[in-house]
């Protein structure tokens, strides 16, 4: 190894620098950091008067933000608000209030290969074709095999499709 590369362990194990440290402030004052990483900006912030002070500051707001006195929505807040929205600025933005289907219940996530009719036919006859040969036991052992991969296609489509029917109804009445 020379001079230039780093060993990913000792990027775990280097002091803090200061843009990092400023830069993940939030998490530390947060307590979502794991404790290696905290402990290297406990150390940084105790040797860095600079960094402690913005610490300090960010603390300071937090702190004031959460002494603030709660206050309570009007009763009719969502009437004004829905009254200043144009009809059809409201209804330009149904795409973003509809929840979305999961990407893979959409219908081009499967490939088109895989979609396609003449794959999901020939699937299935060579399925058939597989599962009569084992039953009257003629043909080679891997025969069920080249059965059972012949209604992936189909199932796959049925599956995906049964999906978007299942979460549908969800979200219509959501």
């Not at 009763?75 to 004004?80: G, I, L, M, N, P």
């Amino acid at each position: 190894m020379n001079g230039k590369q780093q060993d990913p362990g000792q990027e775990r194990t280097r002091p803090l620098a200061c843009p990092d440290c400023r830069e993940g402030l939030q998490e530390y004052l947060d307590g979502t950091l794991d404790k290696k990483l905290s402990l290297r900006f406990f150390l940084h912030l105790r040797d860095c008067g600079s960094c402690q002070h913005e610490y300090e500051q960010l603390q300071g707001l937090f702190e004031l933000l959460e002494n603030l006195p709660r206050h309570e929505a009007p009763a009719d807040f969502d009437e004004a608000i829905l009254a200043s929205v144009p009809y059809a600025a409201y209804r330009a933005m149904e795409p973003l209030r509809r929840e979305r289907v999961p990407v893979y219940l959409e219908e081009h996530f499967l490939p088109r290969l895989v979609r396609s009719p003449i794959t999901r036919l020939t699937g299935l006859a060579v399925a058939a074709v597989g599962v009569g040969a084992a039953l009257v036991s003629a043909g080679p052992d891997w025969l069920p095999v080249v059965a059972v991969v012949g209604v992936v296609p189909e199932l796959l489509v049925r599956l995906q499709g049964l999906g978007r029917r299942v979460i549908a109804p969800g979200r219509a009445e959501g």
